[in-house]
Protein backbone atom coordinates (compact mmCIF):
# COMPACT_ATOMS: atom_id res chain seq x y z
CA UNK A 1 0.00 0.00 0.00
CA UNK A 2 1.36 3.67 -0.70
CA UNK A 3 1.35 6.26 1.80
CA UNK A 4 3.04 9.63 2.67
CA UNK A 5 4.08 11.05 6.02
CA UNK A 6 4.89 14.76 6.07
CA UNK A 7 7.39 15.73 9.29
CA UNK A 8 6.15 18.84 10.49
CA UNK A 9 2.60 20.62 10.54
CA UNK A 10 4.01 23.49 10.89
CA UNK A 11 7.23 25.11 9.66
CA UNK A 12 8.36 28.80 9.65
CA UNK A 13 11.14 30.45 8.38
CA UNK A 14 12.25 34.51 7.48
CA UNK A 15 12.08 36.10 4.56
CA UNK A 16 15.34 34.99 2.42
CA UNK A 17 16.15 32.16 4.22
CA UNK A 18 15.91 28.69 2.59
CA UNK A 19 12.54 26.57 2.86
CA UNK A 20 12.89 22.87 3.42
CA UNK A 21 9.84 20.65 3.69
CA UNK A 22 9.71 17.28 4.02
CA UNK A 23 7.93 14.31 2.84
CA UNK A 24 8.67 10.85 2.84
CA UNK A 25 6.71 8.10 1.10
CA UNK A 26 5.45 4.20 1.54
CA UNK A 27 5.15 2.37 -1.92
CA UNK A 28 4.98 -1.02 -3.14
CA UNK A 29 6.01 -0.07 -6.60
CA UNK A 30 8.08 2.74 -7.91
CA UNK A 31 6.49 6.04 -6.73
CA UNK A 32 5.16 8.90 -8.68
CA UNK A 33 5.73 11.86 -6.11
CA UNK A 34 3.74 15.02 -6.27
CA UNK A 35 4.13 18.19 -4.21
CA UNK A 36 0.98 20.57 -4.59
CA UNK A 37 0.74 24.19 -2.83
CA UNK A 38 -2.82 25.81 -1.66
CA UNK A 39 -3.30 29.39 -0.77
CA UNK A 40 -5.73 30.68 1.87
CA UNK A 41 -9.59 29.83 0.57
CA UNK A 42 -8.04 28.06 -2.93
CA UNK A 43 -7.94 25.03 -4.08
CA UNK A 44 -4.67 22.61 -4.53
CA UNK A 45 -2.35 23.75 -7.42
CA UNK A 46 0.81 21.44 -8.47
CA UNK A 47 4.07 22.50 -7.85
CA UNK A 48 6.19 19.92 -9.56
CA UNK A 49 6.00 16.15 -9.49
CA UNK A 50 8.45 12.88 -10.24
CA UNK A 51 7.75 10.26 -12.41
CA UNK A 52 10.65 8.57 -14.19
CA UNK A 53 14.39 10.04 -15.03
CA UNK A 54 16.11 12.69 -13.37
CA UNK A 55 16.02 12.70 -9.74
CA UNK A 56 16.21 16.63 -9.30
CA UNK A 57 12.42 18.20 -10.35
CA UNK A 58 12.29 21.67 -10.81
CA UNK A 59 8.86 23.46 -10.18
CA UNK A 60 7.13 26.74 -10.43
CA UNK A 61 7.46 29.48 -8.19
CA UNK A 62 11.64 28.40 -7.78
CA UNK A 63 10.87 25.33 -5.85
CA UNK A 64 12.43 21.76 -6.98
CA UNK A 65 12.46 18.38 -4.81
CA UNK A 66 14.91 15.62 -5.27
CA UNK A 67 13.71 11.76 -5.03
CA UNK A 68 15.70 9.54 -2.88
CA UNK A 69 15.12 5.93 -3.60
CA UNK A 70 17.68 4.85 -0.69
CA UNK A 71 15.63 7.08 1.96
CA UNK A 72 12.35 7.10 0.36
CA UNK A 73 11.95 10.68 0.59
CA UNK A 74 11.11 13.67 -1.44
CA UNK A 75 12.27 16.76 0.33
CA UNK A 76 10.78 19.89 -1.00
CA UNK A 77 12.91 22.83 -1.21
CA UNK A 78 13.40 26.64 -2.03
CA UNK A 79 17.00 28.53 -1.27
CA UNK A 80 15.28 31.77 -0.61
CA UNK A 81 11.82 32.09 0.86
CA UNK A 82 9.23 35.03 0.07
CA UNK A 83 6.57 36.22 1.56
CA UNK A 84 4.64 35.22 -0.82
CA UNK A 85 5.02 31.43 -0.30
CA UNK A 86 2.88 31.33 2.89
CA UNK A 87 0.71 28.26 2.59
CA UNK A 88 0.06 25.03 3.13
CA UNK A 89 2.12 22.49 1.17
CA UNK A 90 0.99 18.66 0.31
CA UNK A 91 2.96 16.02 -1.15
CA UNK A 92 1.21 12.72 -2.39
CA UNK A 93 1.86 9.76 -4.11
CA UNK A 94 -0.12 7.74 -6.76
CA UNK A 95 -2.17 4.93 -5.72
CA UNK A 96 -0.76 1.62 -7.08
CA UNK A 97 -3.79 1.16 -9.02
CA UNK A 98 -2.95 4.72 -10.88
CA UNK A 99 -6.58 5.72 -10.01
CA UNK A 100 -5.89 8.56 -6.91
CA UNK A 101 -3.48 10.42 -5.74
CA UNK A 102 -2.61 9.62 -1.44
CA UNK A 103 -1.50 12.54 0.13
CA UNK A 104 0.20 14.02 3.33
CA UNK A 105 -1.28 15.92 6.24
CA UNK A 106 0.11 18.76 5.11
CA UNK A 107 2.39 21.62 6.46
CA UNK A 108 1.82 24.89 6.72
CA UNK A 109 4.66 27.02 6.09
CA UNK A 110 4.90 30.58 7.51
CA UNK A 111 7.62 33.11 6.23
CA UNK A 112 8.63 36.11 8.82
CA UNK A 113 10.44 39.35 7.50
CA UNK B 1 -5.56 25.08 -19.47
CA UNK B 2 -7.64 22.92 -16.70
CA UNK B 3 -10.04 24.75 -15.37
CA UNK B 4 -12.46 23.03 -12.41
CA UNK B 5 -15.51 25.45 -11.03
CA UNK B 6 -17.34 24.64 -8.06
CA UNK B 7 -20.91 25.91 -8.03
CA UNK B 8 -20.33 27.85 -4.60
CA UNK B 9 -17.25 29.25 -2.63
CA UNK B 10 -19.35 29.37 0.57
CA UNK B 11 -22.37 27.79 1.35
CA UNK B 12 -24.75 27.96 4.73
CA UNK B 13 -26.96 25.07 5.66
CA UNK B 14 -29.70 24.23 8.02
CA UNK B 15 -29.15 20.38 10.03
CA UNK B 16 -31.32 18.02 8.18
CA UNK B 17 -31.44 19.67 4.79
CA UNK B 18 -30.22 18.24 1.53
CA UNK B 19 -26.99 20.04 0.18
CA UNK B 20 -25.77 19.43 -3.94
CA UNK B 21 -22.18 20.43 -4.54
CA UNK B 22 -21.89 20.43 -8.63
CA UNK B 23 -18.01 20.35 -9.82
CA UNK B 24 -17.55 20.90 -13.09
CA UNK B 25 -14.35 20.02 -15.51
CA UNK B 26 -13.78 21.36 -18.98
CA UNK B 27 -10.95 19.35 -19.80
CA UNK B 28 -12.75 15.89 -20.52
CA UNK B 29 -10.98 13.88 -17.58
CA UNK B 30 -12.30 10.40 -16.73
CA UNK B 31 -12.00 10.54 -13.16
CA UNK B 32 -13.18 12.79 -10.31
CA UNK B 33 -13.00 13.09 -7.05
CA UNK B 34 -14.80 14.76 -4.35
CA UNK B 35 -12.43 15.52 -1.13
CA UNK B 36 -13.12 17.20 2.30
CA UNK B 37 -10.12 19.01 4.24
CA UNK B 38 -10.31 19.64 7.91
CA UNK B 39 -7.50 21.49 9.73
CA UNK B 40 -4.72 18.59 11.17
CA UNK B 41 -6.32 15.75 9.19
CA UNK B 42 -5.43 16.76 5.32
CA UNK B 43 -7.45 15.67 2.68
CA UNK B 44 -9.81 12.74 3.02
CA UNK B 45 -11.32 11.48 -0.06
CA UNK B 46 -15.24 10.99 -0.33
CA UNK B 47 -15.97 9.44 -3.61
CA UNK B 48 -14.11 9.31 -6.92
CA UNK B 49 -15.72 8.72 -10.17
CA UNK B 50 -13.67 6.56 -13.46
CA UNK B 51 -16.76 6.87 -15.80
CA UNK B 52 -20.48 8.47 -16.32
CA UNK B 53 -22.52 6.07 -14.11
CA UNK B 54 -19.57 5.04 -12.26
CA UNK B 55 -18.52 5.56 -8.95
CA UNK B 56 -16.50 3.78 -5.70
CA UNK B 57 -16.47 4.88 -2.00
CA UNK B 58 -13.36 6.87 -0.60
CA UNK B 59 -12.11 6.99 2.62
CA UNK B 60 -15.14 8.23 4.15
CA UNK B 61 -18.39 7.88 2.53
CA UNK B 62 -20.67 7.36 5.23
CA UNK B 63 -23.33 10.54 4.83
CA UNK B 64 -22.88 11.34 1.59
CA UNK B 65 -23.58 10.27 -1.93
CA UNK B 66 -22.48 11.05 -5.69
CA UNK B 67 -23.86 11.15 -8.87
CA UNK B 68 -22.15 11.22 -12.52
CA UNK B 69 -24.67 11.79 -15.20
CA UNK B 70 -22.61 13.59 -17.46
CA UNK B 71 -18.58 13.11 -18.13
CA UNK B 72 -17.89 16.72 -17.06
CA UNK B 73 -19.93 17.07 -13.81
CA UNK B 74 -19.88 14.91 -10.68
CA UNK B 75 -21.73 15.80 -7.92
CA UNK B 76 -21.78 15.20 -4.16
CA UNK B 77 -25.45 15.05 -2.26
CA UNK B 78 -25.41 15.55 1.55
CA UNK B 79 -28.81 13.53 2.61
CA UNK B 80 -29.91 15.36 5.89
CA UNK B 81 -26.49 17.32 6.59
CA UNK B 82 -25.05 17.22 9.78
CA UNK B 83 -22.66 19.96 11.72
CA UNK B 84 -20.01 17.49 12.05
CA UNK B 85 -20.27 17.85 7.76
CA UNK B 86 -18.98 21.42 8.51
CA UNK B 87 -15.57 21.59 5.97
CA UNK B 88 -14.14 22.77 3.18
CA UNK B 89 -14.92 20.14 0.00
CA UNK B 90 -12.49 20.14 -2.95
CA UNK B 91 -12.90 18.72 -6.18
CA UNK B 92 -10.40 17.27 -8.28
CA UNK B 93 -10.27 15.41 -11.73
CA UNK B 94 -7.67 14.22 -13.74
CA UNK B 95 -7.38 12.26 -17.00
CA UNK B 96 -7.93 8.34 -16.70
CA UNK B 97 -5.95 5.98 -14.79
CA UNK B 98 -2.39 6.15 -15.23
CA UNK B 99 -0.06 6.89 -12.19
CA UNK B 100 2.01 9.76 -13.77
CA UNK B 101 -1.19 11.98 -14.09
CA UNK B 102 -1.62 14.96 -11.31
CA UNK B 103 -5.08 16.10 -10.08
CA UNK B 104 -6.43 19.31 -11.38
CA UNK B 105 -8.65 20.94 -8.13
CA UNK B 106 -11.82 23.32 -8.35
CA UNK B 107 -11.25 26.34 -5.75
CA UNK B 108 -12.97 24.69 -2.95
CA UNK B 109 -16.38 25.16 -1.40
CA UNK B 110 -16.73 26.07 2.58
CA UNK B 111 -19.88 24.45 4.16
CA UNK B 112 -20.72 25.66 7.17
CA UNK B 113 -23.95 23.25 8.80
CA UNK B 114 -25.83 24.87 11.50
Known amino acids: A ?23 YSSSVPP ?3 WYVQYPNQGLQLLLKYTTGATLVKGINGFEAEFKKSETSFHLTKPSAHMSD ?3 YFCAVSNQAGTALIFGKGTTLSVSS | DVKVTQSSRYLVKRTGEKVFLECVQDMDHENMFWYRQDPGLGLRLI ?8 KEKGDIPEGYSVSREKKERFSLILESASTNQTSMYLCASRPSRGRGYEQYFGPGTRLTVT
Open chain 1, 2 to 24: QSVTQLGSHVSVSEGALVLLRCN
Open chain 1, 32 to 34: YLF
Open chain 1, 86 to 88: AAE
Open chain 2, 47 to 54: YFSYDVKM
